[in-house]
């Protein structure tokens, strides 16, 4: 859905880009890139699928950071924050946020720090559970005011805007997950109803669609940003 990005993408100060790609690749034209510990992490999964997807997309991650920085991927090193965010060692002003789901990858890279997340949209039998364990009050009502299909869309737009609130902090589950709200609803646009400790203003909720089926987000601090989406990272 999304048109083909440049081979040679620059970034400005003001600019976001969110990259959409495909995880149905050889994992073998990836390996090559990923370190040691990249391959050891990805030789945990049980399922080969999840380990290709893995490896894919970390590959995928590295092609796209040795573009914007002209480099080579293989030479990228990540640090780690204290929950486990990644970082580029020796670029600290070039932040990005990778994820993934059922076979369809997001990439965020900006001069500042956000977090993406994505997920295919699917039923949820038990929708009411794990609501009540990891959404707020307001959300599991707005949840509870949507009926049909819709609320399995709901549902995961709420997912994903907590999820990349979090992976934009940093913080990881150490932020408990009813300590801020945001909306879900499908006739309301996305930006954070409350959030403990700090005004909910100061972040911003982008709403993404990549590709039919799915939903995502991506949240970053408040600003007048410039955000292009792309196609096949």
């Known amino acids: 859905m999304w048109p083909a990005g440049p081979a040679r ?13 495909r995880l149905a690749q050889p994992a073998f034209h990836f390996e090559s890139l990923l370190t040691p510990d990249e391959i050891e992490r990805a030789n945990r999964f049980k399922f080969p699928e999840l380990r290709q997807h893995f490896i894919v997309g970390r590959g995928l991650l590295r092609q796209l950071l040795g573009r914007y920085l002209a480099g080579d991927p293989a030479a990228l090193r990540f640090e780690y924050g204290p929950y486990g965010k ?13 994820a993934h789901s059922g076979g369809l990858a997001l990439l965020a890279i900006a001069r500042q720090e956000l977090g993406v997340d994505v997920e295919a949209i699917r039923p949820l039998p038990d929708w009411e559970a794990i609501a009540r364990h990891y959404f707020s009050a307001a959300e599991i009502e707005q949840l509870a005011a949507v009926h049909g299909p819709q609320r399995d869309r709901a549902f995961f737009t709420c997912w994903t805007r907590k999820e990349a609130f979090l992976k934009a902090t940093g913080d990881g589950l150490s932020r408990p997950l009813d300590s801020f709200s945001v909306t879900l609803r499908p006739d309301e646009p996305a930006r ?28 970053l601090r408040q600003g007048n940003w410039q955000i292009d989406y792309f196609a096949g990272a």
């Open 9 to 21: 993408p620059t970034l400005g100060q003001g600019q976001v880009h969110v990259w959409c790609a």
């Open 86 to 98: 990644p970082a580029l060692a020796g670029a600290p002003a070039l932040h990005f946020n990778l």
């Open 192 to 219: 954070f109803l409350h959030i403990t400790g700090e005004k909910a203003d100061t972040w911003q909720l982008v709403a993404l669609e990549p590709a039919n089926g799915y939903i995502g987000a991506l949240a």
